[in-house]
């Protein structure tokens, strides 16, 4: 391959080419972290009106460094994997309190802080500093499954370091920042995971796989574990003019975030069988009981199946980790799209506004 070549068809297409996405309208480092890890499990599209908010919200560092967890769970609400939001806040802080504010421009300094793995610290070192540094993610290693060939497992975390020692040898040392969004960008637009369009693609000349027609063939991936089910009641218990919500734990699935009551339990309740558990475990008296909705909700290792029921409540306390709300302190808290499907269900039955 004419690895110069390769670089000036690639950042070209790139530069006449790249959508108008408003994290490239910045070289703030702190900005474009936000939005790589925004952008990880979740489309562009989606992520775009988050990201505005989300910067509207917490304009710099120190903005989000100093906020409460609540609030940006709050911000980062519907967005999911919330994870990702504590893990960048943390690392923000650490930012603030051992570099003063800077975000650290080499690796081994950028990758110490907490949720910055080997991708992350690459994109923000590439397209903020322009440091030459490798950028790999799935894209990328598709991308380049086909140019060079590669036919080793990329679902095998060994096979990761193949690929960035593959951009490091690729990489252009004048324009890191288009070369690594670029490789992104064929991924998204051009390199697709199923019927590639080698046609339209500007550096199908240096691509092995299209010379040898193999391209559909790779990359070579094993297959994810089969996602498993769980099924769930969520109740929304009213008592007076308040509804019943819980907190998650402060670890773990969704974690720090509100619900209604969510109880493990077996499918196709009757209402009669939800106000016994429900009674049972709340140890109150649970009635009334009426189904609003069966709903699936799919993460990336397990799905939810939840049925979702309304009742009332007489006497009731509420146990430790819950408390009563109305409707309009409800709205105001983090609440992640489970709870969002159950509440659109009850503004469906007249029940919320």
């Known amino acids: 391959m004419n690895i110069q070549q390769f670089q000036h068809d690639l950042i070209t297409w790139f530069k006449e080419e790249k959508r108008d996405l408003p994290w490239r309208q910045t070289a703030d480092p702190y900005r474009i972290w936000v939005s790589e890890i925004m952008l990880q499990q979740t489309r562009v599209d989606t992520v775009i009106p988050f990201y505005n908010r989300f910067l509207e919200k917490f304009p710099t560092l120190e903005a989000l460094a100093g906020a409460e967890e609540q609030e940006i769970l ?15 806040q943390a690392g923000v802080r650490e930012v603030s309190e051992q570099y003063g504010g800077t975000v650290p421009d080499t690796r081994k300094d950028i990758s110490a802080l907490k949720g910055v793995g080997p991708y992350t610290a690459g994109a923000v070192l590439s397209i903020a500093y322009g440091v030459p540094e490798h950028a790999v993610d799935g894209n990328v290693m598709r991308v380049l499954s086909r140019i060079l060939l590669i036919e080793e497992d990329i679902a095998k975390p060994k096979t990761r370091k193949r690929f960035e020692e593959a951009v490091m040898q690729l990489i252009s040392h004048e324009d890191p920042s288009s070369f690594n969004q670029g490789l992104m960008e064929l991924g998204a637009l051009i390199c697709t995971p199923t019927t590639p369009k080698c046609l339209l693609c500007p550096v199908r000349e240096h691509c092995a796989a299209f010379h040898e027609g193999r391209q559909n063939e790779l990359p070579v991936k094993t297959k994810a574990k089969k ?21 998650r734990p402060a670890q773990g699935l969704l974690a720090g975030m509100w619900q209604f009551p969510l109880l493990e339990a077996k499918a196709d309740l009757l209402p009669a069988e939800a106000e016994e558990i429900l009674t049972a475990v709340l140890k109150g008296d649970v009635d009334q009981a009426e189904k609003v909705i069966s709903f699936k909700h799919i993460f990336s290792h397990i799905t939810w199946e939840v049925e979702g029921f309304i009742a009332g409540g007489k006497n009731m306390e509420a146990p430790n980790g819950m408390r009563w709300v109305t409707v309009r302190e409800m709205h105001e808290l983090p609440m992640a799209n489970p709870m969002k499907k159950m509440i659109e269900a009850l503004k469906v039955r007249g029940v919320l506004e």
Do not use: P
């Not at 709050?74 to 960048?88: D, H, I, P, T």
């Open 227 to 247: 996602n498993k089910s769980v099924s769930f009641l969520m109740a929304a218990i009213r008592q007076e003019d308040k509804f019943l919500v819980e907190q």
């Open 74 to 88: 709050k911000a980062w609400e519907g967005l999911g994997y919330y994870s990702r939001v504590r893990n960048l």
